[in-house]
């Protein structure tokens, strides 16, 4: 019995130690060279200070959020005006950025395909849903799961903060997690129960979760130029963004008829900020939504249920999975729609470890 313990204890510790070890090389990575995938990513605006650009240009444009050339690319014109850098010296500033950034133009879909391949993809702790996603959360691009209370979004949020520390295929090392509650549904204790289903130190996996929580949707707007910065100075050391859940402050702030134009004005802002940001640092964002009160019965007399955030959310998403309730713990996730994802089903439960398969 005791030898037993000893055991169990011994190889808690090596995976521990194989965790720790994934994230601190991570991290060692991020602060040495940046490595051939990374210098994809991370040019700093600074860079442009050598090529001629002004520093107050400069500081203009890291006040505003925009801290890489990949930024300043993907920003357009309009937006860059507005900070007060005048129409001459933009071209000048786009022109040396595209020639850093040297993949800006044209690449062979070869090309493509290679970085494509370089996409790392997070396990959802369920065998089954991470095929049924075509191998897990997908970096660069947006996730979100929708569904009825109770039906596991915030579980998977929870579980997906613990699996992101843990190595995985394609030599996936492990990152941190940045977590925005816009719900006040995080909980510390679920991470340390999923923790101990990995067997992983519960101290060292909290420490690696970056919380806020977010009051109202400009708060949660603010917060996402404080995650650009934090992005910026530890480039490649965080893998992925929750935002649980995305929608619910618009909901509140914008509860008026005549307001939804407004409402979807601003989600469509910080939707796209959340798609670039996925690509400039190559990140995951999980996002969770609600779904509409107004449930309508489709020809098979089955309930047709729709995420909320109109078609702004249906775009921004690249893949939308429908969460929902079974027997007991019972789970079944649908795909909805998505860009390269079969519209296929598949179950899984919610255990005290986090999401798990239903059955093998
Ligand atoms: P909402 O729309 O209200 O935010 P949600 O989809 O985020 O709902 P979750 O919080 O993910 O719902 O799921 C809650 C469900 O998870 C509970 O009803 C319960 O079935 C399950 N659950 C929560 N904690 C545990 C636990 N410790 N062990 C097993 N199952 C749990
Ligand atoms: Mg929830």
Redesign the pocket.
Known sequence: MIVDKMQVQAEKEIVLNIAEEAVIESEDRAKSEVSEEEDVHFHDVKLLLQEGVHEDDVKRLKNAGINTVKGVLMTIRKNILALGIDETKLSHIYEVCAKIDMNNIFITAAEVAELRNKIFKLSTGSKRLDQLLGGGIEAMSITEVF??????????AHTLCVTTQMPGPNSYLGGKVIFVDT?H?FRPD?IR?IADRFNLNQATVLDNILYARAYNSEHQWELLNHIGEKLHEDPGLYKLLIID?IMALFRVDFSGLGEITDRQKKLGQMMSRLQKMSEEFNIAVFI?N?ISSDIRINDMDRATYKPIGGNILAHASTNRIF?QKGQG?LRKAMVFSSTDLEESEEEFI???GGVDDAYS
Do not use: H, V
Request: net charge neutral; proline share 5%; aromatic share 10%.
């Open positions: 569904g009825e209370f109770g039906s596991g979004k915030s579980q998977l719900e549904t679920r129960m859940s969770t609600q969460f713990p919610i255990t005290a």
